[in-house]
Nanobody
């Protein structure tokens, strides 16, 4: 199971830090990712990280503003800086064994945490 937390209301230009805690160890074969879904829109890729190497990748819309990272055991975080109103969405963490930006490649999902950026 994955448990996401850290969402909230922030002004444009502000920062938030999301966390995703796994129940149990995340194995080296895992790829952990963050997706988001705004009202009326499809779920979209935000960032991913390979657990074994720490290699990461970002959507173009968040590159340079968001940073995905991991601890040594079971938590992945998403540091979000310079937030914009268009970042408003429910953010989900997910786990796969595939290096993929496609939601259907992820078998495990957290429950989502709301991020609202006011302009």
């Amino acid at each position: 199971q994955l448990q996401a937390s850290g969402g909230g209301l922030v002004q444009a230009g502000g920062s938030l830090r999301l966390s995703c805690a796994a129940s149990g160890r995340i194995y080296s074969s895992a790829v952990m990712a963050w997706f988001r879904q705004a009202p009326g829109k499809e779920r979209e890729f935000v960032a991913l990280i390979r657990w074994s190497t720490g290699r990461s990748s970002y959507a173009g819309s968040v590159k340079g503003r968001f940073t995905i990272s991991k601890d040594s055991y079971s938590t992945v975080t998403l540091q979000m800086n310079s937030l914009k109103s268009e970042d408003t969405a429910v953010y989900y963490c997910a786990r796969s064994t595939q290096w993929s930006e496609i939601p259907s490649e992820y078998a495990s999902w957290g429950q989502g945490t709301q991020v609202t950026v006011s302009s």
